[in-house]
């Protein structure tokens, strides 16, 4: 997979903020699996985190021995209540959040919606974070990402990796 960039945390913040820190995991590393999923009528997905001032791409944690395809699907059905099929990759990016002594790699795919679009099932967390699924042209979702406002230190780190997604994504469709 191609990589795109390390994110660090002085990339982001060259003077430390004073922001929320979510609860949830620390340290060490992590894999995730995210997906630019496009429905139908050619609209991307994305999750507005109402609570915390940001949008975000679906998809989540590679738990234990669980393939990243099938963690993306997984990911897909739980935050946006769709069933998705892979088309292509996008890329990689890895985030050194240092506040929280966490290295995260993020591997990024092309998905459409297959079948009808369902219910999220979201975790308590998501919920309280105001989880809100929501399907836009490419270019309003980068733009959404682009002027997200986040009040937590990892919502930060979020709108840095998943715009650079979605560029990359846009540029990919003019490539195909």
């Known amino acids: 997979m ?3 960039g390390v994110i660090k945390q002085s990339d982001i913040f060259p003077e430390l903020p004073d922001m929320e820190v979510e609860k949830g995991q620390r ?11 496009f429905d139908s009528d050619g609209n991307v997905g994305l999750l507005h985190v109402a609570n915390k001032h940001y949008y975000k791409l679906p998809g989540g944690g590679i738990d234990g021995n669980e393939e990243v395809i099938e963690a993306l699907k997984r ?11 892979v088309f292509g990759e996008v890329g990689e990016i890895t985030e050194h959040r240092n506040k929280i002594d966490l290295v995260q790699t ?8 297959v079948g009808p679009k369902g219910e999220p099932h979201l975790e308590e967390d998501e919920r309280e974070a105001g989880f ?4 836009v042209g490419i270019d309003e979702a980068i733009e959404l990402v682009r002027n ?3 009040t937590t230190y990892d919502g ?3 709108i840095v990796r998943d715009l650079k997604f979605l560029k990359k994504a846009k540029a990919l469709g003019k490539e195909l």
Do not use: D, H, Q
Not at 77 to 83: D, N, P, S
Not at 106 to 113: D, E, G, I, K, R
């Open 132 to 135: 809100t699924e929501m399907w």
């Open 106 to 113: 993020s591997y990024c795919y092309l998905a459409n919606v």
């Open 75 to 85: 990911e897909c059905r739980e935050e946006i209540g769709c069933e998705i099929e």
């Open 148 to 150: 997200s406002e986040p």
């Open 156 to 158: 930060a780190f979020i």
């Open 2 to 4: 191609n990589n795109l």
């Open 27 to 37: 340290g060490g590393t992590r894999k995730a699996a995210r997906a630019v999923l």
